[in-house]
């Protein structure tokens, strides 16, 4: 019986056909070669699954597994669970990897056996140019015991993440029930149980940024933001990370208003003001307190250019970058 690979790469994919073979593609042309790749299918409805028929043809390291269309997270559960190796790699259907991607994370985690957590800094990218990267020149990398600053925040791209098969069980694997923000989620279970992480600071990945609704898309990662900062507030294990989770709720909650006003800013000015309210409301900070005061300055005293001042802070900070 032959030795399982060293990596086991996970792709969901659903109607991805003008995009999956320019990303299996980079990962047949990785330089480490001891992996499998497992492409489930989540109901694709255009060539998905023919495209990747003819990959696994060609390359027994690849396999396609199909199932009923549900979501994100069930093909990455059900992938993870056919997997074999002891590393799981992560990579959506519209990324793609860089040559050298598996093998300086494979080196890395030779070199740090205490590493169950590996990451890359990535590029964002159009689908033609590499337009910036994550970690910028002389930005520390978030590297070490991340559990705490995890829960601050989400520095890591899915598609450069590399997880030992053991800690991906030891919380069960992606929940389905978290709407979106599913891999931050995960991130945050893991380091409830530990993990040590370490990175490469050379961008190995480029991560696509498909144009769209740009409201539609903040607003869905600001309600998943409150949905695993409540979920985890409850769950955690330890006592020590819930007043780490309250302020990252409360943070959460009034960066949703503040979302939730900047279409307002043009179609309904006079609604932004209760929304910032309840910005500050939800986090007792100074600013939140000093927009709501300007928004609502009279109109005699200059307040048509102190609400315009807010106005424009709104949309910077909710800009979709």
């Known amino acids: ?10 792709i969901p994919a659903f109607n991805a056909a003008s995009v999956i073979a320019e990303t299996l593609e980079s990962v047949r042309a990785q330089t480490f070669r001891d992996f499998e790749a497992i492409i489930v299918d989540d109901g694709s409805t255009d060539d998905t699954a023919a495209i990747v028929s003819r990959f696994c043809e060609a390359d027994p390291r690849f396999s396609l597994a199909q199932q009923p269309n549900s979501d994100v997270s069930a093909a990455r559960n059900n992938a993870i669970r ?44 159009d689908g033609q140019r590499d337009l910036y990267p994550t970690f910028r020149a002389g930005q520390p990398l978030p590297e070490g015991d991340i559990a705490r600053g995890l829960i601050e925040h989400d520095a890591y791209g899915l598609s450069t993440v590399m997880v030992r098969r053991e800690a991906l069980f030891a919380v069960n694997l992606f929940d389905t029930a978290v709407s979106h923000c599913e891999d931050w989620d995960l991130w945050l279970r893991l380091g409830d149980h530990g993990l040590w992480a370490r990175g490469i600071r050379e961008p190995l990945v480029r991560y696509r940024r498909w144009p769209g609704s740009r409201m539609q898309g903040l607003l869905k990662i600001a309600d998943g933001n409150v949905q695993i900062m409540e979920r ?31 279409p307002l800013v043009e179609t309904d000015p006079a609604a932004v003001p209760p929304l910032i309210w309840r910005a500050w409301r939800h986090e007792r900070r100074l600013k939140w307190l000093r927009w709501y005061l300007r928004l609502v300055w009279p109109k005699f005293l200059g307040g048509n250019r102190t609400a315009q001042f807010v106005h424009r802070k709104i949309l910077e900070r909710t800009k979709y970058q």
């Open 1 to 10: 019986m032959p030795a399982p690979p060293s990596v086991s790469v996970v």
């Open 82 to 125: 056919r997997s074999q190796a002891g590393w799981i790699a992560f990579l959506d259907a519209d990324d793609v990897w860089l040559p050298q991607k598996l093998e300086r994370q494979v080196e890395l985690s030779r070199a740090d056996p205490r590493a169950n957590f590996l990451f890359t800094n990535l590029y964002f990218w």
């Open 232 to 262: 985890n507030l409850h769950a955690t294990r330890h006592p020590e990370f819930r007043p780490l989770y309250r302020r990252a709720l409360a943070r959460a909650l009034a960066e949703r208003e503040v979302i939730r006003a900047r």
